[in-house]
């Protein structure tokens, strides 16, 4: 069974009083130790299909379908839970909380929502793969582009997700950077965690173990 599945999803938005379809009914599956890159133009639905698999925005018709379950079927609740626990998603842009240090913004989503507790161990293991272990007690503010990437990959792989989904992880990053990181991912998808990464740089395509095409709000496999 597909880890993640969505069916004939539709998303509908109001522009000047006429209707469109930012995402226009698309089918999609991905298992386990998939690493697929979703490339496109801007404007072209990205955003807003990652925003329906996670749950954040509902669909105008379609389905998603995550371990056998229905995100509309189940309640708030459970949509929650399911979100915390199995999928982690990275947004667009920085997300770190400038107030807490690396380390308190790793563990932070353990701090509410009754999750559980990262090991100090689980901590060291990641921030060593991630090479940040030297920077776990400095702040944002001091760190680099690359290096604050870096530790929001570390919070979102920490209690190994069934999926991390990561909107244009690699966009301010110099190349050096950018390859490191699309390391990580690809890294994490051999030890079986589903990966869907939106990304605009062509020359990242080739860490994907799938490459799919969004065009107008329909997704095309292209590898
Ligand atoms: N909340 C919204 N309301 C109305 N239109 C939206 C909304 N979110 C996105 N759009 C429009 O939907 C289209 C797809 O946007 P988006 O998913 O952000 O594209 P991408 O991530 O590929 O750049 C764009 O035309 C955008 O302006
Ligand atoms: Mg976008």
Do not use: W
């Not at 807003?48 to 749950?55: H, P």
């Not at 669909?59 to 379908?65: D, M, R």
């Not at 056998?68 to 909380?97: C, H």
Request: charged share 30%; aromatic share 6%.
């Amino acid at each position: 069974m597909a880890f993640l599945e969505a069916q004939k999803l539709v998303k509908e938005y109001n522009r000047r009083g006429k209707t469109f379809r930012a995402v226009d009914d698309i089918d999609f599956t991905i298992e386990p130790g998939d690493f697929v890159m979703i490339e496109g133009e801007s404007g072209s639905g990205k955003t807003t299909f990652l925003n329906l698999l996670t749950g954040l925005t509902d669909p105008t018709s379609g389905a998603v379908i995550i371990d056998g379950r229905s995100l509309k079927e189940t309640g708030d609740k459970e949509i929650s839970k399911i979100r915390n626990q199995k999928i982690k998603y990275i947004p667009q842009g920085e997300s770190l909380l400038s107030a807490l240090t690396v380390r308190e913004n790793i563990l932070f989503p353990f701090t509410i929502g009754g999750l559980e507790r990262p090991s100090e161990e689980r901590l060291l293991e990641v921030s060593d793969k991630l090479g940040i272990t030297d920077l776990l007690d400095e702040y944002p503010s001091d760190l680099s582009g690359g290096e604050m990437r870096r530790a929001t990959i570390a919070r979102a792989v920490i209690n190994k997700p069934s999926l991390i989904i990561a909107d244009e992880p690699t966009g301010s990053l110099d190349s050096a950077n950018t390859f490191k990181v699309m390391e990580i991912f690809r890294d994490i998808a051999s030890e079986g965690t589903a990966v869907i990464v939106v990304t605009h740089q062509k020359e990242t395509l080739g860490y994907a173990t799938r490459v799919l095409e969004m065009d107008q709000g329909s997704l095309k496999e292209v590898v």
